[in-house]
């Protein structure tokens, strides 16, 4: 082989890897989703998911559920996060798939659960002054024994 075919030998090569890594970098993945899952029966219908994952907000989701509408979605200026209003209407505890495309194409998936609410969980109070130890430690600046205060034993005194 000559000098002057490997060149363009080399240059193919190169660019064909090029190809190939940029190809890669298109994919789309879900990194994370908030919350990661939902009760039904709760007194407020509607839920929204945030959507984490590179270039997320390029994909349209979809929904194919019964009993479950995307309401919004919300695209913010940082093209990672996306942010889907849902309505949850006379929905039964499940799984079910929150598909995104792209050109009709579909990139990604996400499998989402929805739990059946405990018996009893409204009558769970939330964090109140009862769960609060006000002052666990006396204020050191406080000489609440001045008697204490030197200490025989040390060179130091107060």
């Known amino acids: 082989m000559s000098f002057s075919n490997f060149i363009p030998h080399t240059v193919l090569k190169l660019l064909i890897t090029i190809v190939c890594l ?4 298109v994919a789309y993945d879900i990194r994370h989703l908030e919350p990661p899952f939902w009760w039904v029966g709760m007194v407020e219908s ?8 590179e270039n997320i907000s390029d994909l349209q989701p979809e929904i194919d559920h019964e009993g479950i509408e995307i309401d919004e ?9 996306i942010f889907i209003d849902l309505s949850l209407t006379k929905v039964k505890p499940g799984s079910f798939d929150i598909i995104f495309k792209h050109s009709g194409k579909i990139e990604a998936k996400y499998q989402y659960d929805l ?3 405990k018996s009893g969980s409204m009558e769970r109070h939330g964090f109140d002054p009862s769960d609060v130890i ?3 430690t006396p204020d050191r600046f406080a000489n609440g024994d001045p008697s204490n205060d030197t200490v025989l034993s040390l060179k130091e005194s107060s």
Not at 22 to 25: G, I, K, N, Q, W
């Open 22 to 25: 940029l190809s890669r970098s």
């Open 73 to 81: 979605i919300h695209r913010s200026e940082n093209k990672n996060y």
């Open 46 to 53: 509607k839920l929204q998911l945030m959507v984490h994952g």
């Open 134 to 136: 006000y002052l666990i």
């Open 115 to 117: 739990f059946e609410r």
